[in-house]
């Protein structure tokens, strides 16, 4: 997740970046925004989402402080490796559907509007159209 996070920061930011040396030019390539804290903090399934990776969290803490009482500094850290690899993809299958229905409500209004770009709102300085609330409001009606 930090990895898809980090690819779509380093693209949201070049973008930005253009459209911040040449808003004529943004404009004209229809940019959005979107605030994608808050679309994600008003997805329907979020809190019980969040709630499975929480307990998939203290799960592997558990196996973790069981497996470990026995092990040397090197087996713990290797156990932990192996563990956190086990969580971080459990996590990644957890969050991958909202994601996709994120992208695609996102796609979905940005075509709407004729815009050519959308990047997130925090790096938006001027001449973006902000399209959070049609997006909440496409992904709550899917």
Same mark, same amino acid.
């Given at each position: 997740m930090n990895k898809f996070f980090s690819? !779509?920061?380093?693209? !949201?930011? *070049?973008?930005?970046?253009? /459209?911040f040396y040449s808003p004529a030019q943004a404009s004209a390539a229809g940019l959005g925004s979107i605030n994608l804290g808050e679309v994600l903090a008003s997805y329907p &399934?979020?809190? #019980? #989402?969040? /709630? /499975?990776?929480? +307990?998939e969290r203290q799960k592997t803490q558990d196996e973790f402080n069981k497996k470990s009482a026995s092990l040397d500094d090197k087996g713990k850290k290797? +156990?932990?490796?192996?563990l956190n690899q086990k969580l971080s993809d459990r996590q990644?299958? +957890?969050? @991958?559907?909202i994601r996709d229905n994120i992208q @695609? /409500?996102?796609? *979905? !209004?940005? $075509?709407? $509007?004729?815009? &050519?770009? !959308?990047?997130?709102?925090s790096v938006a300085i001027y001449g973006a159209e902000d399209i959070t609330k049609d997006v909440i409001a496409k992904v709550n009606a899917q």
């Amino acid at each position: 997740m930090n990895k898809f996070f980090s690819i !779509v920061f380093a693209a !949201v930011f *070049a973008i930005s970046i253009y /459209a911040f040396y040449s808003p004529a030019q943004a404009s004209a390539a229809g940019l959005g925004s979107i605030n994608l804290g808050e679309v994600l903090a008003s997805y329907p &399934d979020m809190q #019980t #989402t969040n /709630a /499975a990776i929480d +307990l998939e969290r203290q799960k592997t803490q558990d196996e973790f402080n069981k497996k470990s009482a026995s092990l040397d500094d090197k087996g713990k850290k290797d +156990l932990f490796d192996q563990l956190n690899q086990k969580l971080s993809d459990r996590q990644n299958e +957890l969050i @991958k559907p909202i994601r996709d229905n994120i992208q @695609k /409500a996102v796609e *979905a !209004v940005a $075509k709407e $509007k004729g815009l &050519d770009y !959308v990047i997130d709102a925090s790096v938006a300085i001027y001449g973006a159209e902000d399209i959070t609330k049609d997006v909440i409001a496409k992904v709550n009606a899917q």
